[in-house]
């Protein structure tokens, strides 16, 4: 993967296996977006306590939830339609989508695999787990992303 800006676009050049991997990646995100439910650590994530009272709290997710996954959907289906060729040329909307799209494939792996700020990436046995390997390439997909948008 190569990630450059040349002027308002953003340009990532993708391998084809990595066009494959992120199309599987992305449809399985949201297949499973489908089933979460209050209680599964992912959806906590994505749909965090406005307020201590947990009725409230409930009340405040029952409101906004839905909206957040439309739109979290919607993101996520916007970028596995982008995947058709092994380059995606984004304005700053479109880079901003695939951030948030990022951050979401991450947040949601990192639980599921127990992802901790203390994890070795040099440990041999972590560099072999496909999971965490999936891991840390989003994370630096993500990385060069940020750094493309930024040099605007």
Not at 91 to 115: H, K, P, Y
């Amino acid at each position: 993967m190569k990630v450059t800006r040349r002027g308002g676009e953003v340009r990532v050049r993708l391998e084809p296996t990595e066009v494959d991997l992120l199309s599987q990646v992305l449809s399985e995100f949201e297949q499973a977006s489908l089933a979460l439910a209050p209680g599964d650590p992912v959806y906590e994530r994505f749909h965090p306590a406005a307020y201590e009272d947990p009725r409230a709290a409930a009340e405040f997710r029952d409101l906004v939830g839905d909206d957040a996954d439309t739109a979290r959907s919607a993101r996520v289906a916007q970028c596995r339609a982008e995947l058709s060729g092994t380059t995606l040329r984004l304005d700053d909307g479109a880079a901003e989508r695939w951030l948030m799209t990022l951050n979401d494939l991450r947040l949601g792996l990192g639980i599921r695999l127990g992802v901790t700020a203390e994890d070795d990436p040099e440990d041999p046995a972590y560099q072999t787990d496909p999971g965490r390997l999936l891991y840390h390439w989003l994370t630096w997909f993500q990385d060069a992303l940020v750094s493309a948008v930024l040099r605007a």
